[in-house]
């Protein structure tokens, strides 16, 4: 029996709280549309409190009510998780509001809703970027603040996120078997973040691209290939002595030593043929010319019989006379 009175009860007071709120969002009393505002954000009623602080800005404005419904409506849509909008919210009272006391931790929270805000590495990173910015123009502005201690450690957080995109992005293309773009990505990376926590990782990825590139390039790019290679391996080593990555490290430099010698071996019977198919090519081509020039020589001897000819019988016209004039007989 007395569970049902107490669901019944629970039941009043709902609609009772019901009641009030549609009274508050139809009133046009700024007074009770703040106070129970007020009411709902202090039961962190969020939605409820924010549907009514949404009607009182015009009604407020100019007044002492305006800084605290500005910066409850701020954090009612931080509680609420409407990170973009709250951060918004923070940051024009921190503009707005100069003289008020609350004025840095406006500027804090508004700093706070961008990192909350910031997406999976996976996704768009705009927001991460953006977020890191205005935690740094927090550390600028208060750089003695008690709030400050945190905010190198959440640019640190952020900033990982944005290293370990650019990670993955690099190694989709080691995974696609595509070494020339691995390696030239996971490069990037190193220029980009030159102080990030994932290096040894990075430099590990690329050896093993520029290891498949030397392994399985084309004949022309071959000897380069395998010396830039060895020359990685190298540094690898010396980087992270003592480490797994040394060890592949040691592991790749005797392999590509005896793929050199195999190709050096290989670059001299391939100098050979084609040295060989050369000499065959010029004999070829002496031949073909050898033939040219014997057709060459047989026209210009027949071109100069057939003027030799011609002019014996240029020579013929002249020696003999034109025949004698004839008459004829009339009849």
């Known amino acids: 029996m007395k569970k049902y009175i107490i669901i019944i009860l629970a039941f009043f007071v709902v609609v009772a709280c019901n009641k009030v709120q549609d009274q508050a969002m139809k009133s046009a009393d700024k007074a009770f549309i703040l106070k129970v505002a007020n009411e709902n954000f202090a039961k962190k009623k ?3 409190a924010l549907a009514l602080y949404d009607r009182l800005p015009n009604l407020v404005a100019g007044t002492d009510d305006a800084p605290n419904v500005v910066f409850n409506s701020a954090y ?7 990170y973009k909008l709250a951060g918004h919210q923070f940051k024009n009272f921190s503009v707005n509001f100069t003289d008020d006391p609350r004025k840095e931790e406006a500027a804090y929270m508004s700093a706070l809703c961008y990192y909350e805000g910031s997406m999976d590495y996976n996704l768009d990173q705009t927001s991460t970027e953006l977020a890191i910015n205005e935690l740094q123009d927090f550390l600028n502005s208060y ?12 640019i640190d957080e952020l900033s990982y996120k944005l290293e370990f995109k650019a990670y993955e992005n690099a190694r989709q293309y080691f995974k696609m078997a595509d070494y020339k773009a691995s390696n030239v990505t996971f490069e990037n990376v190193l220029n980009d973040f030159p102080a990030t926590k994932l290096r040894p990782k990075i430099t590990d990825y690329i050896m093993k691209s520029r290891y498949e590139l030397a ?7 071959k000897a380069d290939r395998i010396e830039n290679a060895l020359a ?7 980087e992270f002595p003592g480490t797994e990555y040394a060890k592949t490290a040691l592991k790749y430099r005797e392999n590509l030593k005896a793929e050199k010698e195999k190709f050096a071996k290989l670059k001299v019977e391939v100098e050979a043929k084609k040295a ?33 000819n011609q002019i ?10 034109e025949p004698a004039a004839t008459f004829k007989i009339r009849r």
């Open 312 to 321: 014996k019988r240029d020579s013929a016209k002249l020696v003999t006379p």
């Open 215 to 221: 392994i399985n390039s084309v004949y022309d790019l």
């Open 276 to 308: 060989e198919l050369a000499k065959k090519q010029k004999i070829a081509l002496d031949k073909l010319n050898a033939d040219d020039t014997q057709k060459s020589q047989a026209k210009e001897q027949l071109k100069n019989e057939k003027k030799a």
């Open 76 to 82: 009612a849509n931080y509680y609420d998780k409407n």
């Open 143 to 154: 750089p003695n603040s008690e709030r400050s201690k945190n905010i190198n450690q959440l």
């Open 46 to 48: 969020w939605k409820d």
């Open 232 to 238: 990685y391996t190298t540094t690898v080593e010396k």
